[in-house]
């Protein structure tokens, strides 16, 4: 029986950005697969210069996201002191970076940037494990009910509003995997989380699982809709580069639902 690692993730903010190109940083509706498993990478104590690890845990687990709630659109007019350009160097705090110059150093300079949040943005989580998972989903779940780092969704201003809540579910399906989560897990998620206006059939963004590993099958409820690609399959996290990734796209069909 197939096992899944089910989780919430809610923010009063969220920060899902996509490709970051000058002054316009704008975002998604949903967290990808970097942002997930970077949290996840985390709460386990993986240090983002790991690249080997955070490899390991992008390869070794798929990946499905439900937009439970798609929260509302917020866009930020930044402004940001930092040092001219020095290729190479680096500062070990923000501090260092702002301190005053040397006699001869030129001034700090101002950046703007217009960023865009998600406001009461909510999604359930399911992870699987494939053949190369580096670590057993329990400890994945340990690591989320006590996490070594702090866990925020998108950018560290960005801190979870309450608890992921994982628990593991053996289920021969995806759908219902998350119908369990639901019975059983939801309704204690929901006294501690705001209730914002809930979407009548939630989308599910699913990994298509590469050659070699088990086939993920939806289950009932849930009806393939398209395929798409999304840029978070990291490269390297040092130089935040990423490469495009293929997922499939899944309707969720309410009871009743002739189709």
Sequence with gaps: MPAFLLFSLWAPLAAMGDVAVGERRTGLERPGKSAVLGLVAAAL?????????????HDGYGLAVRV??????VTDF???QVPPARRGRRWPTRRAELARPKPGEPELETVLSWREYRA?????IALWPRRAAPRPLA??????????????????????GAPPAPVIVEAPTLSEALAVHD??????????????????????YADIEPEGEARLELGPGLTPHHRRMRRDDPIS???????????????????????
């Design 45 to 57: 104590g993986i240090d983002r210069t790991e690249e080997a690890a955070l490899r390991a845990l």
């Design 68 to 73: 439970d709630t798609p929260g509302t659109l």
């Design 78 to 80: 930044h402004t940001a």
């Design 120 to 124: 009461d943005a909510r999604f359930t």
């Design 139 to 160: 400890e994945l779940e340990q690591a989320l009910r006590r996490p070594v780092h702090t866990l925020y969704l998108g950018r560290k201003a960005c801190p979870l």
């Design 183 to 204: 019975r059983h897990c939801r309704p204690g998620i929901d006294t501690v989380l705001p209730r914002p206006q809930a979407v009548a059939a939630p989308a599910v």
């Design 237 to 259: 996290r040092r130089r935040w580069q990423f490469r495009l990734r293929e997922e499939q796209v899944a309707r969720t069909v309410p009871p009743g639902d002739p189709s």
